[in-house]
């Protein structure tokens, strides 16, 4: 496999504040790779030392086999890049918007252009100033898809999308990698990353503490169920299933943590008189502090 993004030892400090530690890291040709943590955990400054917007205190960064501070035009002509905050021209409109950055870029396919605009909804003959927040994030997703690049660098692009739209893009994703193209995209939300990505890496306090396939990230996933009964809860009828844990009774209340499906829960839960059931999905820094706390950080950075 060729891989397309190389950091190795890669590290950045803002004076004595942390950025990134010791990243080594691959991403290879034609997957969809996803960067997940929580905020300030370091995911934008990786990216913005990928694409020499920032200089690393030391280590290295490759895109395309090139070392990023070494020619970073010709890797940003390959690339199709959306930043976390962005902010564009208030006067010109949508579509003026895409014309500059296609004639910057030497000019893009017309027919795919107006493709993206349908398949986003977006009305191009609004001013960027008109537009809500979802709006411009779409105008931002045209700007780094129109010209068809190698490798998408994506900072939270389903931020201020809505449901419908987040489907799009992702069925724009899976498009892009089908035509040999690469993604690399960043995430605080695990749910979306598990619908898209093949592998991701896990960033907590500016140092990895897992690469892998995305199936085996799932298992890292419980969900937070809460039963409320007319009754008296029946405690040992759940404590005892498969997956769950930390079973809490309050009053006629139980709170429980299960990993992996919730059907057994749910024909269990069936079989008395149930008043409300409401299932959650832990946040990802939830999940990171289940799964690696500091401790578990640090054996890990330590064992490679």
Not at 130 to 139: A, L
């Amino acid at each position: 496999m060729t891989p397309i993004i190389e950091a190795e030892r890669l590290t950045k400090y803002y004076g004595r504040h942390r950025g990134v530690v010791d990243l080594d890291l691959a991403v290879y040709e034609g997957e969809i790779f996803g960067y997940l943590g929580p905020n300030g955990a370091g995911k934008t400054t990786t990216i913005r030392l990928l694409l020499d917007l920032i200089r690393p205190t030391s280590g290295h960064a490759r895109v395309f086999g090139i070392e990023a501070w070494e020619d970073p035009a010709s890797i940003h002509r390959r690339v199709g890049y959306l930043p976390g905050e962005f902010a564009l021209y208030d006067r010109l409109t949508g579509g003026q918007t895409l014309e500059y950055f296609a004639n910057l870029r030497g000019g893009v396919d017309p027919r795919y252009q107006a493709e993206l605009i349908r398949r986003f909804d977006l009305d191009p003959g609004r001013r960027y100033r008109e537009y809500s927040k979802g709006n411009k994030q779409k105008v931002g997703l045209i700007v780094a898809l129109q010209h068809r690049p190698e490798l998408l660098v994506l900072d939270e692009p389903t931020a201020g999308l809505d449901p419908l739209v987040q489907q799009t893009f992702f069925e724009l994703l899976r498009e892009t990698v089908a035509e040999g193209r690469t993604a690399f995209l960043s995430s605080h939300i695990l749910s979306e990353v598990e619908k898209t990505c093949d592998r991701v890496a896990i960033i907590r306090e500016g140092q990895l503490v897992a690469v892998d396939r995305v199936d085996t990230l799932r298992d890292l996933a419980h969900h937070q169920v809460e039963l409320r009964f007319a009754g008296e809860p029946p405690v040992a009828a759940f404590a005892s299933l498969p997956g769950v844990s930390d079973v809490v009774q309050d009053d006629h209340a139980l709170r429980m943590r299960v990993a992996g499906p919730v059907t057994p829960v749910v024909r269990a839960a069936a079989q008395y008189d149930l008043v409300d059931f409401v299932s959650r999905e832990p946040s990802l820094e939830e999940t990171f502090l289940a799964q690696y706390g500091r401790e578990a950080v640090e054996v890990t950075n330590h064992g490679r």
